[in-house]
């Protein structure tokens, strides 16, 4: 009787080095009362530390200071965001990390572990949280590094959902240049549906930035990539944000 071939070893992520310029977290003297933020179709409620969110959150500095219904109320609602993507800030804002354990609240579903950690960046973006974008990065990166798929049917959700310039989009055209042959980029939309037409501009950008050539540096040469280069290092994005700063910045 034919036995099946032995299982491929899972890859192994080499040691990276650490950000040279990580947010300091939020003392736990600063953290303060505690208000509810309430996410999501379901309308489930968190109870967070006001501190927390006003250190992190341009978005919640915003809404809890700002003279809005939320500062006397402080109850901040989020019914468009999805709890699955708030499980992950809220265990973030605690833990420094996104997911409690690799089988806690993290999709073994690579294409739904994209969705979100795609989603989670995004969520950032939109509450002005840059140490949260810098962390969807990471994990984003490592993943794919893990599972060796090209994030193909998330093109088009970032680039309908962040601006020109954004660090996922540079991160997504980076990886296809790097990664990919021409013959295996173009396989990834043989239908058309997953790329935009600003992606693709983006590529073309990138290719000629490398001289016009398809560099498939492979798993390893990807894996040890300067993933700083991809972060925003602007610094806490709530009270602490210096005054002027905006937008993302990679420095």
Same mark, same amino acid.
């Given at each position: 009787?034919?036995?099946?071939?032995?299982?491929?070893?899972?890859?192994?992520?080499?040691?990276?080095?650490?950000?040279?310029?990580?947010?300091?977290?939020?003392? %736990?003297?600063?953290?303060?009362?505690?208000?509810?933020?309430?996410? *999501?179709?379901?309308? /489930?409620v968190y109870q967070v530390h006001k501190g927390l969110l006003l250190y992190h959150s341009s978005y919640?500095? *915003?809404?809890l200071e700002g003279g809005f219904k939320e500062s006397e109320t402080e109850v901040v609602e989020l019914?468009?965001?999805?709890? #699955?993507?708030?499980?992950? #800030?809220?265990?973030?804002?605690? /833990?420094?990390? $996104?997911?409690?354990?690799?089988?806690?609240? /993290?999709?073994?579903? #690579?294409?739904?572990?994209?969705? $979100?950690?795609?989603?989670? =960046?995004? @969520?950032?973006?939109?509450?002005? %949280?840059?140490?949260?974008? !810098?962390?969807?990065?990471?994990? &984003?990166?490592?993943?794919?590094?893990?599972?060796?798929?090209?994030?193909?049917?998330? #093109?088009?959700?970032?680039?309908?959902?962040?601006m020109e310039g954004s660090l996922l989009r540079k991160f997504i055209v980076d990886m296809a240049v &790097?990664?990919?042959?021409?013959?295996?980029?173009?396989? =990834?939309?043989?239908?058309?549906? !997953? @790329?935009?037409?600003?992606?693709?501009?983006?590529?073309? /950008?990138? $290719? !000629?930035?490398? +001289?016009?050539?398809?560099?498939? %540096? +492979?798993?390893?040469?990807?894996?040890?990539?300067?993933?700083?280069?991809?972060?925003?290092?602007? +610094?806490?994005?709530?009270?602490?944000?210096?005054?002027?700063?905006? +937008?993302?910045?990679?420095?």
């Amino acid at each position: 009787m034919a036995t099946s071939p032995p299982e491929k070893p899972a890859y192994v992520m080499p040691h990276l080095k650490s950000c040279d310029h990580p947010t300091p977290s939020a003392p %736990i003297s600063t953290w303060g009362s505690v208000i509810s933020v309430i996410v *999501g179709e379901e309308k /489930k409620v968190y109870q967070v530390h006001k501190g927390l969110l006003l250190y992190h959150s341009s978005y919640f500095v *915003g809404a809890l200071e700002g003279g809005f219904k939320e500062s006397e109320t402080e109850v901040v609602e989020l019914f468009t965001d999805e709890v #699955v993507v708030f499980d992950a #800030v809220y265990c973030w804002l605690y /833990k420094g990390h $996104l997911f409690d354990s690799p089988s806690a609240g /993290k999709p073994t579903d #690579v294409s739904l572990l994209y969705d $979100l950690l795609c989603k989670i =960046f995004v @969520f950032g973006d939109m509450r002005g %949280i840059p140490a949260l974008k !810098n962390a969807a990065i990471d994990l &984003l990166h490592s993943s794919i590094c893990i599972k060796w798929k090209f994030p193909k049917t998330q #093109v088009r959700f970032i680039y309908e959902n962040t601006m020109e310039g954004s660090l996922l989009r540079k991160f997504i055209v980076d990886m296809a240049v &790097l990664i990919a042959s021409c013959e295996t980029f173009l396989s =990834f939309d043989k239908d058309g549906t !997953n @790329f935009t037409t600003e992606f693709l501009m983006d590529v073309i /950008k990138a $290719l !000629n930035d490398q +001289g016009g050539k398809w560099l498939v %540096i +492979g798993r390893d040469a990807f894996a040890v990539i300067d993933r700083c280069q991809y972060h925003d290092h602007s +610094g806490p994005g709530g009270k602490l944000r210096n005054v002027g700063t905006s +937008g993302e910045d990679s420095g």
